[in-house]
């Protein structure tokens, strides 16, 4: 029987070795991060470390003022490093099956960035 008899599953596994139930918790944490910061891999577990820019700060690098990001670790995520390389999968999976969309938006993108530069060009003559 189960332990969530008024939710259903999100998704519903039944194959050989693999046969599992996976419900959303009542409170789900949803965050946003910028990138990865360190990573710490091993056969049993990979530590995945998750990082927003705080800010920007100016700093002269060889004689050239640049614009250097504040980045600060707010997540570790702990995860079976099986489990990370099936997520690995699903998501090169997913990539593959909206490549076409995938590149269209970019070239969009490209296209929009294009304009923008040709606009601003044109403004400064």
């Known amino acids: 029987m ?5 939710r259903k599953p999100v998704i519903r596994e039944r194959s050989p070795g693999r046969m599992f139930d996976i419900y959303l918790a009542r409170d789900v944490d949803d965050f946003q991060a910028d990138g990865t910061g360190r990573m710490f891999s091993g056969p049993n577990l990979t530590k995945i470390e998750l990082y927003r820019t705080v800010s920007v700060k100016q700093e002269s690098v060889k004689g050239v003022t640049q614009n250097i990001e504040e980045r600060e670790i707010f997540s570790r995520l702990t995860i079976p490093t099986v489990a990370l ?15 076409p969309m995938l590149d269209a938006a970019h070239e969009q993108f490209k296209e929009v960035l294009r304009n923008a530069i040709q606009k601003a060009a044109s403004a400064k003559a």
Not at 2 to 6: C, G, H, L, T
Not at 85 to 99: C, N, P, R, T, V
């Open 2 to 6: 189960s332990n969530f008899p008024d």
């Open 85 to 99: 390389m099936e997520a690995f999968g699903m998501l090169i999976e997913q990539l593959g099956a909206s490549g």
